[in-house]
């Protein structure tokens, strides 16, 4: 059985993701004390992207929000690269927001976000929480806020939100 041989991306293949744009990237994580494991995923998720990038007639080589949502919401569900890119769409996603914010943008938000006034009330809620008793990070308190909205869209699907409803259980049926 033969195997379809894999190739060693260089960094002329990543378009508009320059070797500068790594380098700088690289530190941006460094700076944040990220774990060099991390650092490594991140750094692939970014080669990822910026091969792709290159390769898209669709795009003007442009890294911006609409080039990584057509990545995260078209490419990464169907990729059939042939360079061992990563494609867990949680890791890719934190690396390309890390990539955003470092170029002064915001963070991506998916678009078919369409949370409920009073989930989001309680998330706005929660997110003061965690930031200002808490002392949570931006990035940590996002993964939060994320978790919380799924429960309570979960939990609340047709009702208002009642805090006496929130069990135990109901949180263990969420879970699992």
């Known amino acids: 059985m033969d195997q379809v041989s894999r190739i060693k ?6 378009g508009p993701v320059s070797s500068a744009v790594f380098s700088t ?3 941006y994580l460094v700076e944040r004390r ?16 910026g091969f ?26 169907v990729c059939n690269c042939l ?3 990563p494609q867990n769409l949680n890791n890719v996603r934190a690396a390309l927001n890390h990539l955003l914010q470092m170029q002064g943008l915001s963070r991506f938000i998916e678009s078919h ?9 309680a998330i706005e809620e929660f997110d003061c929480y965690l930031e200002r ?18 429960f309570l869209l979960w939990l609340f699907v047709e ?12 949180i263990c049926r969420f879970v699992v």
């Not at 290159?54 to 078209?74: G, M, Y």
């Not at 976000?113 to 009330?121: F, G, K, R």
């Not at 208002?160 to 109901?170: F, G, K, S, V, Y």
């Open 25 to 27: 990237f690289n530190d």
């Open 113 to 121: 976000d369409q949370t409920p006034l009073e989930v989001a009330s």
């Open 83 to 85: 360079a061992p890119f």
């Open 133 to 150: 008793i808490c002392g949570l990070a931006e990035a940590t308190r996002w993964y939060h806020r994320r978790h919380v909205r799924m």
């Open 34 to 49: 990220y774990s060099n494991s991390t650092i490594r995923s991140y750094t692939a998720s970014l080669k990822h992207f």
């Open 159 to 170: 009702r208002p939100i009642e805090i006496n409803n929130i069990t135990p259980e109901a």
């Open 9 to 14: 991306p260089q960094y002329d293949q990543f």
């Open 52 to 77: 792709w990038l290159a390769k898209s007639p669709d795009f003007e080589n442009e890294i911006n929000h609409r080039t990584v949502q057509e990545f995260l919401d078209c490419h990464l569900p």
